[in-house]
């Protein structure tokens, strides 16, 4: 029985930041039949989710929060989709948010993830567990193995192995959710930029002719980072970034299996098909 | 008595890829009265080096170098200069060069240290040691300390020795010879596309206002990699590198003492004290 079996009675408030993920793990929900209701960040998330009947809370209405989940008897959180620093112009802070924002601000110099353990906190305090999308939208995990129609080079996957290693050695440091490697040349490292400047930073190098082996056989390489608060803030792939990876003249895509997730996983797997990549769900071992 | 004193009546062959290095190797061999001869590789060095009455040689004709080298009576070889993988088209291979370019192909896939490490030993087998720059020319080696006229805030040193420790990470993996840091966040890592083109990301991240710690205290560290073959690929920083580590609006660059050049150390000095920028050489542990 997961987390979100053990509450179905109770809806599961979606609190929704930036971007497409939002509008898919409401999808996800509603198709399985859960119980929730959409919280929107002003400012931040979609302005879309007005359709889907969304409560607009600024940043930094903790207390309005709260007091609505309370009302609604919410069995817990899930908060998805890209949460940029806000501009403090786009906060109203109430006087629950105050007693809040000042541990924020102390620990603003923590990397994303130490960050986000710390808010995760204060939902739980007030009695409302974060749940992740794993555990509310499953579906939108990726599975292991060949996903799509084209199956990659048995050599492109033993390339990867080495390739994860190099996150895995990255994460420490709070940084690296990605590379490009082809076979075991890394070319490109995810920093602050994200996946899509890193792909184009590919494309570049390519113009120029400056890829090893000739270009062929380059990957991106996408895998969460160790010890990474999957539960907030989970790796995604989408349709989008198979085009990226395609415009960078990548021959496919390599994520890992149960901890990056698929958004619009048909998309994602026609825009494969269409441009001649694979794409891969890899298995991290055990040690992990 | 250092290597190149050992031999200091017989010339070392300064053999020159492009860029402005070897003109600065030239130069400070030449200040302080060592003997040299210049052999310049043709599509790649400067043609400026005709000037300072260079042997001009095509890729591949390793006979004809090798028979140069013992008419000369030179004591070893010094290879200086930014080697970007050659177009197939500028290569003309002799006797002797094709008996390397076998082993060089069969190597082909590995990476840059693992390659230049097997050209060595043609050189070696050949009978001519291959000197590092910072035997043959060890003005151009960073020092330690503050270098130039600002200094930098201690916490922003204290920071350097993580980042630092991200890069010693990502030496098993042959890449990353530099990152941007704001304080503990790395926000930028160097992969293929160089230096330049990393500061160039961050100054466009600046744009979209997305820097942690408001912008306020990056810094450009750079450093050779664990193992790296200082011999053949010491890491080089130069004016450039100061105006664009200026131009992404970095507070300054921390630089490996004695594992780094400094590519004409007055204008690299001048460039920082103009913008205001610190430059320091900050020695690693001695665990590596």
Redesign the interface.
């Known amino acids: 029985m997961t987390k979100a079996d053990a509450h179905s009675h109770r809806p599961i408030a979606i609190l929704c930041a930036g971007g497409a993920l939002p509008f898919a793990v409401v999808q996800a929900m509603r198709a399985a039949g859960r119980p929730f209701i959409v919280v929107a960040i002003e400012g931040i998330a979609d302005p879309e989710l007005s359709r889907l009947d969304a409560t607009w809370l600024a940043l930094g209405q903790l207390g309005k929060l709260f007091a609505l989940l309370r009302r609604e008897s919410c069995a817990g959180v899930v908060l998805v989709g890209a949460m940029?620093?806000p501009?403090l112009g786009s906060m109203r802070i109430d006087a629950i948010g105050w007693t809040y924002l000042f541990d924020f601000l102390r620990n603003?110099?923590l990397?994303d993830d130490a960050m986000l353990r710390r808010m995760m906190r204060w939902f739980e305090i007030q009695g409302f567990p974060v749940l992740g999308v794993a555990d509310v939208a499953p579906e939108l995990v990726a599975p292991e193995g060949r996903l799509g129609k084209v199956t990659p080079p048995a050599k492109a996957v033993t390339a990867a192995i080495?390739g994860f290693?190099?996150l895995d050695?990255?994460s420490?440091?709070?940084?690296?959710q990605a590379?490009?490697a082809f076979?075991?040349?890394?070319?490109?490292?995810?920093?602050?930029?994200g996946t899509d400047?890193m792909l184009a930073?590919v494309a570049?190098?390519r113009r120029e002719?400056?890829?090893?082996?000739g270009g062929q056989d380059g990957v991106l390489l996408k895998a969460a980072k160790v010890g990474q608060s999957l539960r907030v803030d989970m790796p995604v792939i989408g349709p989008l970034t198979i085009e990226r990876a395609a415009g960078a003249g990548l021959a496919g895509v390599i994520i890992e299996a149960h901890r990056v997730l698929l958004l619009e996983s048909a998309s994602v797997l026609t825009a494969a098909e269409k441009a001649g990549l694979f794409l891969f769900g890899l298995k991290r071992g055990e040690v992990r």
């Open positions: 940029n620093r501009a603003v110099r990397g080495r290693a190099c050695a990255l420490p440091f709070d940084v690296g590379v490009v076979g075991e040349r890394i070319v490109a490292i995810e920093g602050a930029e400047a930073r570049e190098i002719g400056r890829l090893p082996r």
